[in-house]
């Protein structure tokens, strides 16, 4: 896990995703806890069968750290649409 958040400093995004996580109104509504819920379901899934998902070819290891990013990248966006 460290090694991702490591790696995801280095990311361009890491000021934009920074700056809305800091914002604790994020959470405060009943759509952004949905909101929240998705995003933990999503990683759970994704940690949860990470090596199996590895080695039946769906994602590589950049792949899969994309993806990880993503999934935190679209609770946020979710949040500014609504």
């Known amino acids: 896990m460290i090694f991702f958040v490591v790696l995801f400093a ?3 995004k890491t000021d934009y ?8 109104a994020m959470f405060n509504t009943l759509k952004g806890l949905k909101a929240r819920e998705e995003m933990l379901d999503n990683l759970r899934f994704l940690f ?3 090596d199996q998902l590895k080695q039946e070819g769906w994602y590589s290891d950049s792949e899969f ?7 935190f990248l679209e609770a946020v966006a979710k949040q500014f649409k609504e």
Request: aromatic share 10%; proline share 0%.
């Open 65 to 71: 750290f994309e993806e990880v990013v993503n999934v």
């Open 10 to 12: 280095q990311s361009e």
């Open 17 to 24: 995703l920074c700056a809305v996580l800091n914002d604790k």
């Open 48 to 50: 949860r069968y990470e």
